[in-house]
């Protein structure tokens, strides 16, 4: 079978292949800036900040010299910063160790912080010609199809069987096309919902086709219940300026900026008080409601409500900085406390 899976979808991408910048690029580094946005991120979304990304940073030693905050204030609103984080970081390890080129060596590859399996797989298979397999969500539900697995594609054993068929069926001299090829079936005609089978080249080739199951397949472990938090913030102006605290480098938004905020039971006016006092040493007064935030992140939803708040007491801390508010567009922030942002 891997011949003719190999063979008919090769040909099918030569005519149905998605014209992608990065796919105009024969730099490394363009591949592994693409790879790490694409990462539970649409193409159609991440066009544009790679665009924005490679004008501003348009080498590995360009990124690296560049500062966290401009790092993060080009990658605001793609989410998952951790990503960008990542990518700073790796970039002066590569401009320190290998002379600003992007290793060859899969080991080295390996080592570079926010380059996993998945990440390692493409570079070399894409950006350097090597025989390397991947996986990414789109390949997970081609061969789960193709193969109609019943185990789970989320669970250790799911993930064994998957690399072991994405290396097994990997045509020789062409794994960067034949990978990105599989992407492109995943992302355009394998769908999630709806697969348009008649239009696939591997329809013939396909067990969960012929008994029936492409809608069943990938089988995926039952998702828990997503934990809704409820916070308040404070908007606390003084002289034209606003009053921002920059979350801790690690951990979710790491080096973001936000509104001084925290999470609160029963009324938020009665709560913001409490809230940045706990998380800020903030005293303040909560005035007038200027409304609702509503956001889901990965494992929480949360919903802020935004007040603007007089300060009676303001610690002095590295975190904290009063920011003229015509500035703001400059200070990284998530999706949440730039909408709020906006209302000022």
Same mark, same amino acid.
């Given at each position: 079978?891997?011949?003719?899976?190999?063979?008919?979808?090769?040909?099918?991408?030569?005519?149905?292949?998605?014209?992608?910048?990065?796919?105009?690029?024969?730099?490394?580094?363009?591949?592994?800036?693409?790879?790490?946005?694409?990462?539970?991120?649409?193409?159609?979304?991440?066009?544009?900040?790679?665009?924005?990304?490679?004008?501003?940073?348009?080498?590995?030693?360009?990124?690296?010299?560049?500062?966290?905050?401009?790092?993060?204030?080009?990658?605001?609103?793609?989410?998952?910063?951790?990503?960008?984080?990542?990518?700073?970081?790796?970039?002066?390890?590569?401009?320190?160790?290998?002379?600003?080129?992007?290793?060859?060596?899969?080991?080295?590859?390996?080592?570079?912080?926010?380059?996993?399996?998945?990440?390692?797989?493409?570079?070399?298979?894409?950006?350097?010609?090597?025989?390397?397999?991947?996986?990414?969500? =789109?390949?997970?539900?081609?061969?789960?199809?193709?193969?109609?697995?019943?185990?789970?594609?989320?669970?250790?054993?799911?993930?064994?069987?998957?690399?072991?068929?994405?290396?097994?069926?990997?045509?020789?001299?062409?794994?960067?096309?034949? =990978?990105?090829?599989?992407?492109?079936?995943?992302?355009? &005609?394998?769908?999630?919902?709806?697969?348009?089978?008649?239009?696939?080249?591997?329809?013939?080739?396909?067990?969960?086709?012929?008994?029936?199951?492409?809608?069943?397949?990938?089988?995926?472990?039952?998702?828990?219940?997503?934990?809704?938090?409820?916070?308040?913030?404070?908007?606390?102006?003084?002289?034209?300026?606003?009053?921002?605290?920059?979350?801790?480098?690690?951990?979710?938004?790491?080096?973001?900026?936000?509104?001084?905020?925290?999470?609160?039971?029963?009324?938020?006016?009665?709560?913001?008080?409490?809230?940045?006092?706990?998380?800020?040493?903030?005293?303040?007064?909560?005035?007038?409601?200027?409304?609702?935030?509503?956001?889901?992140?990965?494992?929480?939803?949360?919903?802020?409500?935004?007040?603007?708040?007089?300060?009676?007491?303001?610690?002095?801390?590295? =975190?904290?900085?009063?920011?003229? &508010?015509?500035?703001?567009?400059?200070?990284?922030?998530?999706?949440?406390?730039?909408? &709020?942002?906006?209302?000022?």
């Amino acid at each position: 079978m891997t011949d003719n899976l190999s063979s008919r979808l090769l040909a099918w991408y030569r005519l149905n292949a998605r014209s992608m910048p990065w796919r105009e690029h024969s730099d490394p580094y363009a591949v592994w800036i693409s790879e790490i946005m694409l990462q539970q991120t649409c193409v159609e979304t991440v066009i544009p900040y790679f665009e924005k990304w490679m004008a501003r940073f348009p080498t590995v030693i360009a990124l690296a010299e560049a500062s966290e905050q401009e790092v993060l204030n080009q990658w605001e609103g793609l989410g998952y910063y951790s990503r960008a984080r990542n990518l700073h970081k790796a970039a002066r390890i590569v401009a320190e160790k290998f002379h600003g080129e992007l290793p060859r060596d899969l080991d080295a590859l390996r080592s570079l912080p926010g380059i996993g399996r998945y990440t390692v797989g493409a570079i070399a298979s894409i950006a350097f010609g090597m025989d390397e397999p991947t996986l990414d969500g =789109n390949l997970r539900r081609v061969f789960s199809r193709l193969f109609d697995l019943t185990e789970p594609a989320d669970s250790p054993a799911g993930e064994k069987i998957l690399w072991g068929l994405a290396a097994e069926h990997l045509p020789r001299g062409r794994a960067g096309d034949y =990978n990105q090829a599989l992407m492109d079936l995943g992302a355009t &005609i394998c769908l999630p919902k709806n697969p348009r089978c008649l239009l696939c080249p591997l329809t013939e080739l396909c067990a969960a086709r012929e008994a029936g199951t492409q809608e069943l397949r990938p089988v995926l472990k039952p998702k828990k219940e997503t934990p809704h938090e409820v916070h308040a913030a404070a908007v606390i102006v003084r002289d034209g300026k606003v009053l921002l605290a920059q979350r801790p480098s690690e951990g979710l938004l790491g080096g973001m900026w936000e509104f001084p905020n925290g999470p609160v039971e029963g009324d938020p006016v009665e709560g913001l008080a409490q809230a940045v006092e706990t998380g800020y040493g903030l005293q303040v007064q909560a005035g007038e409601g200027l409304g609702v935030v509503q956001h889901a992140y990965t494992h929480f939803k949360v919903t802020v409500h935004a007040f603007r708040a007089e300060a009676v007491h303001v610690p002095r801390r590295p =975190n904290l900085k009063w920011v003229p &508010i015509p500035e703001l567009e400059n200070y990284p922030m998530g999706k949440v406390d730039r909408q &709020i942002a906006r209302k000022l």
